[in-house]
């Protein structure tokens, strides 16, 4: 018991540690690579969902409570961009690079974050103070986000 905690802690350490020098780069980077039609256009979808415009819902000081701020626009440095691609797929610093990219296993290696259900319920979740909280439906909800591209 005390030995797997401290395997835990351990590896928490390490993956922190791994990824401490990784920044975000924002969204403007990931649509050079990720806004041709052929590809998926994930730029352009995200960019007409309701992450792109999650901060422009909160009005008056709400846009500057860190209460709500760190669901609805969790990267400070991009804060405009709202729920952006770096919020769910992780900083993009060591992994934007086209090499890297191209492999899915070194993607992953460098911090790339391919997000499922448990990800979206750190703010689609209950409880969490968000005070327009709604019943969350992995189902339905990845269907409206989705971003994927078109099948070869
Ligand atoms: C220099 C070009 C380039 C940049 C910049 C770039 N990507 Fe990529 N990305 C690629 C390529 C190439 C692939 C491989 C798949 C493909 O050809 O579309 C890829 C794949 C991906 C995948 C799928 C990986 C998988 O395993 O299925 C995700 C997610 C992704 N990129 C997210 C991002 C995000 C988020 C950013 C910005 C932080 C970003 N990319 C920046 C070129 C780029
Ligand atoms: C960093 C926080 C965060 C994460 C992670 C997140 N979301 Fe969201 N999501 C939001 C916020 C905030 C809104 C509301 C934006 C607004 O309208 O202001 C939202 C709205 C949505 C909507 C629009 C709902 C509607 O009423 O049209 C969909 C769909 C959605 N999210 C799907 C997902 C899925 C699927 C995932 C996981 C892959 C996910 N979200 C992960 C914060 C997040
Ligand atoms: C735990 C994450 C979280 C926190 C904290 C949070 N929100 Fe949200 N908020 C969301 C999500 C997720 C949605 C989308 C719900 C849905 O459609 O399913 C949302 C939706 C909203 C909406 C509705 C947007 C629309 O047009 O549909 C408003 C307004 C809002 N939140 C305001 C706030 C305010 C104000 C605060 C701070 C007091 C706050 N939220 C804190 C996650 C959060
Ligand atoms: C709310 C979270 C969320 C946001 C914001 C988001 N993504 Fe994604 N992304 C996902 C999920 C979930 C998947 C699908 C994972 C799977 O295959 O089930 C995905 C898949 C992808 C893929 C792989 C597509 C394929 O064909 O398999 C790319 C590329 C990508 N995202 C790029 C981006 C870019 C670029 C942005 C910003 C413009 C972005 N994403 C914003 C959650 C998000």
């Given at each position: 018991m005390k030995k797997s905690l401290m395997l835990i802690a351990c590896m928490f350490f390490l993956s922190t540690a791994m990824f401490a020098q990784n920044t975000y780069i924002g969204s403007a980077k990931c649509k050079?690579?990720?806004?041709?039609?052929?590809?998926g256009e994930q730029f352009k979808k995200w960019s007409e969902s309701?992450?792109?415009k999650a901060l422009a819902s909160l009005t008056g000081a709400d846009a500057t409570n860190?209460?709500?701020l760190k669901c609805h626009a969790p990267v400070?440095?991009?804060k405009a961009e709202g729920v952006n691609c770096e919020a769910c797929h992780g900083a993009g610093s060591a992994y934007k690079s086209p090499t890297v990219m191209k492999d899915a296993a070194q993607s992953k290696a460098k911090g790339l974050i391919i997000p499922g259900e448990k990800d979206c319920l750190i703010c689609h979740g209950k409880g969490l103070g968000n005070p327009k909280e709604k019943d969350f439906n992995y189902a339905t909800y990845s269907a409206k986000s989705a971003h994927k591209a078109p099948k070869k």
């Open positions: 050079m690579c990720h806004n041709s039609p052929a590809k309701k992450h792109a860190a209460k709500c400070s440095a991009f």
